[in-house]
């Protein structure tokens, strides 16, 4: 399977299944292929382009298993924001993080406690690249 992206300035085309590794370049775009995916995962940038590259689904998500589903993550590099709905009678809320969609909340993946319905993981983006899912639990005063 392929799959192309064009403009007036570039063509691109590339295997969605298999991209072999390899690099691709002009002299607007350089664009290396890491092997078994079209592109590395991450943000690639030039002068002319903005590449955000990776999987389906975004770097960070909401659990299926997390109370709040409202759930706004925004990246802002190195950290995460997230933000949320306040939830009548809410004394605080813990916010539990892991690398898989339907982890169990517990301390070793409790990333804090605040009784603002904002909170800010820091330096979550900071390392490689890796799928992070997260719970925001309600907790009565």
């Known amino acids: 399977m392929w799959a192309q992206s064009s403009s007036e300035n570039f063509t691109l085309t590339k295997s969605v299944i298999d991209a072999g590794g390899g690099a691709s370049s002009s002299t607007n775009f350089n664009l290396v292929s890491a092997f078994g995916q079209p592109t590395p995962i991450g ?17 960070l998500a909401v659990s299926p298993l997390s109370p709040i589903q409202h759930l706004v993550i925004k990246e802002s590099q190195p950290n995460a924001i997230l933000n949320w709905e306040s939830i009548s ?41 890796v799928q992070q899912y997260y ?7």
């Open 89 to 129: 009678g809410a004394g605080s809320y813990s916010v539990y993080r892991a690398p898989a969609i339907n982890f169990t909340p517990a301390p070793g993946n409790l990333v804090g406690t605040t009784a603002n319905t904002t909170f800010t993981d820091t330096n979550v983006l900071a390392g490689p690249a």
């Open 43 to 59: 943000v690639q940038t030039s002068a002319n382009f903005t590449l955000h590259a990776g999987f389906l689904t975004p770097l």
């Open 135 to 141: 719970i925001v639990l309600v907790n009565n005063p």
